[in-house]
């Protein structure tokens, strides 16, 4: 194989293996609550699918699909949701970030109140700040 | 000479220090442990997440959470900035 050239067996088994590093990702977000895993872990599981599409499809179809603009307002715009939950529970609950979802038992239906959509909110954040840590990499070593 | 001194001053607080942190952090007494025991027997109630330690970052500390996001957002724009092209 020449050198620069892009090798199929890469290429197909990481078209196929990103779908299912993404739903892990969002699987150890979402049952955070309930099993080992949580918003940072399960960030950083995102954020490495997108990363293994960045390696072996070039940096360019890459950001074709995740434009740089939008993971950056994805990114500003979760912190400001997480103040926003926080101040709703300040404003019910009368305390800064106090959970104002009825909580059941947890043999019934999983629900944590916010605990949850914390996760998510953070899962969200963490993915999007490792993906544009990595875009401004690639473009600092290509020139 | 003068360093010589320098020297056991450094010597003798870092003893001290590690004095105080054996005997004032010392947790092993029953009477400390009363914030634990109660996040473990009582954090799936209050909070409703299994995992103790969801219940303890996201449920009773998450103000110090946010203060981490926020850690980490700054990190970002700052590695954004400074690799800019320009």
Known sequence: MEKGERSEIVSIISRKLVPYILLFGLYLISYGHLSPGGGFQGGVVLGAGIILLCLSHGIFLTEKKFPLEKIAFLEAFMITIFILLGIVGLIIAKSFLGNIFPLKKIEEVPTAGFVFLLNLVIGLKVGAGIILIFYSLCERSEK | ?86
């Open chain 2, 1 to 86: 000479m003068n360093r010589w001194i320098k020297n056991i001053l450094v010597l003798s607080v870092i003893i001290a220090l590690g004095i105080i942190f054996f005997y004032g952090f010392n947790a092993h007494l029953p009477s400390k442990l009363a914030v634990s025991n109660h996040y473990i027997t009582e954090g799936e109630k209050e909070t409703g997440a299994i995992n103790i330690v969801s219940s303890i970052y996201l449920g009773y500390r998450a103000f110090d959470t946010l203060g981490e996001t926020i850690v980490l957002l700054i990190t970002v724009s700052s590695v954004v900035f400074l690799l800019k092209k320009n």
